[in-house]
Nanobody, 127 residues
Framework: QVQLVESGGGLVQAGGSLRLSCAASGRTFSTTAMGWFRQAPGKEREFVSAITWSGGNIYYADSVKGRFTISRDNAKNTVYLQMNSVKAEDTGVYYC????????????????????WGQGTQVTVSS
């Protein structure tokens, strides 16, 4: 099993920045990629970004390209999501997730393809 704990959420003004962290523990070696998803009230969970542990392949949703940056620290088993120039539509609960097996864009962008999930952290952007 893999345990994921997100942190760093909060209230931020539009145009501001926030950094989310996801600390992984347990059988982390079984995962090949980590992803960030978000869910706004009344909306479906949507893909934000993903990164592979080994090759550092990185993927972004079009809505966050150029504003968000995902990174990893393998020594700390931690994945980060740097959020810059945030907008009101970035508001939601942000979830960290891990998946096993081969990871390419078609797989990492689907929430159903992930095996492990954190509890989520709330991000609220005020306009």
């Amino acid at each position: 099993q893999v345990q994921l704990v997100e942190s760093g959420g909060g209230l931020v003004q539009a145009g501001g920045s926030l950094r989310l962290s996801c600390a992984a523990s347990g059988r982390t070696f079984s995962t090949t990629a980590m992803g960030w998803f978000r869910q706004a009230p009344g909306k479906e969970r949507e893909f934000v970004s993903a990164i592979t542990w080994s090759g550092g392949n990185i993927y972004y949703a079009d809505s966050v390209k150029g504003r968000f940056t995902i990174s990893r620290d393998n020594a700390k088993n931690t994945v980060y999501l740097q959020m810059n120039s945030v907008k009101a539509e970035d508001t939601g609960v942000y979830y960290c997730a891990g998946r096993r097996g081969y990871s390419d864009y078609e797989r990492v962008r689907r929430w159903i393809a992930y095996d492990y999930w954190g509890q989520g952290t709330q991000v609220t952007v005020s306009s």
